[in-house]
């Protein structure tokens, strides 16, 4: 990054800011990557990229360029996919807040849809009889019972996914069963674990072949979820994940199945930074310095629990003192906005720039509008150039709601 473009002469140091920076190549990277370690295994693979985890229109876009399809939980991501160009068929279809409409343009159109809410039978029964429609479902998966050691305490539990140990899995499979246009076609079982270990994918895929036996099934596609550490020094790799994949479909003989995966975090953390300036520095006591900057905790940080970040300092003046304590702070009035604290480093300076890395996964999905409203997004292109693929918000745009 940081490269001059010499056509349009834009350089990092142009960029306005508050911003965010996609760099195109890494995103590719990460989507070619996944995909390669996958086809090494298996033969029909397909990667949904998590709508949630980064929505930005102009990276849904060059996830489908990518051959992504597009993975959403809810009825406006439906449309935000449909709007970026994605069609029916390449369209997965998850979770709780799907509506009528939608749902029922998705099974017709041929997209994956994996059934979440009961409601969802209601409507699967209105779809007319002179043809034939595929549905998934979601299978609810305890994660201390089938992979204690990556489980969050004793009952990790999920709200989601029909359960078989309630019976509630067999019903939903016998309702459908039952009706003569619609077919059985896929399973799904997505969970996040803290450990992201390759293990826990084994194990749940094993679990979900047991189920699969257990009610016969004859599937198309195991929907394996996200939850995937992307290309990171001393952690799991691509290549693990898939490898974790193949010993219980191989063993069971399904690794003909179409394999889904829905990486989110995978994907998009290392494409996105975030370039913020430092506005003011003020003198507290005898020790302490508050930078202040024009980012905040909201853009990168939503939950608030992050310490440090992956960063780098653009000093403009690099004979500044050294400064025993340097608080750096976002730009909102929370008086916990403060991201990180410099110790024994040279001083800061208004003009002076922070550069964050990784920040793209659960934080621009996430942010508020809060103070100081959505920042603008650049790319960077394969060619090093930079262009502005979202405006930041102004005032106006809240308008735009007001009746
Ligand atoms: C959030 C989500 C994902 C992405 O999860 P990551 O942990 O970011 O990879 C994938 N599938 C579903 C159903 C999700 O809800």
Not at 10 to 19: A, E, F, K, R, V
Not at 115 to 122: P, S
Not at 202 to 213: C, D, G, P, T
Not at 222 to 231: E, H, L, N, P, T
Request: proline fraction near 4%; glycine fraction near 6%; include cysteine.
């Amino acid at each position: 990054m940081g490269k001059i473009d010499v056509a349009s002469n834009i350089s990092m140091s142009d960029l306005q800011t508050p911003c965010f920076i996609f760099d195109e190549a890494e995103f590719a990277r990460g989507i070619d990557g996944f995909r390669s370690a996958l086809k090494e295994k298996f033969r029909n693979v397909s990667i949904g990229y998590s709508v949630k985890t980064n929505s930005l229109p102009y990276a849904i876009r060059k996830a489908k360029e990518l051959g992504c399809m597009a993975e959403v939980v809810s009825h406006d991501e439906y449309q935000l996919a449909r709007i970026c160009g994605y069609a029916h068929n390449e369209i997965i279809y998850n979770g709780p807040i799907k509506s009528k409409e939608t749902f029922l343009d998705a099974v017709s159109g041929g997209g994956i849809v994996n059934m979440e809410a009961k409601r969802e039978m209601e409507w699967l029964k209105e779809l007319p009889n002179n043809r034939k429609y595929n549905i998934g479902i979601r299978l609810n998966i305890n994660i201390s019972n089938i992979s204690p050691e990556d489980a969050d305490g004793e009952d990790d539990n999920s709200r989601f996914g029909f359960s078989d140990e309630s019976g509630e899995f067999a019903e939903i499979v016998n309702e459908i069963k039952s009706l003569s246009n619609i077919r059985l076609a896929g399973l799904h079982i997505h969970r996040t674990t803290h450990s992201r270990s390759p293990r826990f994918y084994e194990r749940s895929l094993e679990y979900a072949i047991q189920v699969i036996k257990k009610y016969h099934l004859d599937l198309d596609y195991i929907d394996v979820g996200g939850g995937y550490f992307g290309i990171f020094p001393n952690k799991p790799t691509f290549k693990d994940y898939a490898d974790a994949f193949s010993v219980p479909l191989l063993a069971h003989g399904l690794d003909n199945i179409k394999v889904i995966v829905e990486p989110g975090n995978a994907l998009t953390a290392s494409p996105f930074a975030f370039l913020t300036e430092v506005i003011d520095v003020k003198q507290i006591d005898t020790k302490t310095r508050f930078v202040t900057t024009d980012g905040s905790r909201n853009d990168i940080d939503p939950f608030f629990r992050k310490t440090d970040y992956i960063k780098e300092i653009i000093s403009r003046d690099n004979n500044s003192p050294t400064e025993h304590i340097q608080i750096v702070a976002g730009c909102t009035c929370l008086e916990y906005d403060r991201l990180f604290t410099l110790y024994d480093k040279p001083r800061l300076n208004p003009g002076d720039r922070i550069l964050y890395h990784n920040v793209g996964a659960y934080t621009m999905t996430l942010s508020p509008q809060f103070i100081r409203l959505w920042p603008r997004v650049y790319a960077l292109g394969y060619d090093g150039t930079y262009k502005e693929v979202r405006r930041a918000s102004r005032a106006s745009d809240i308008l735009l709601f007001d009746k």
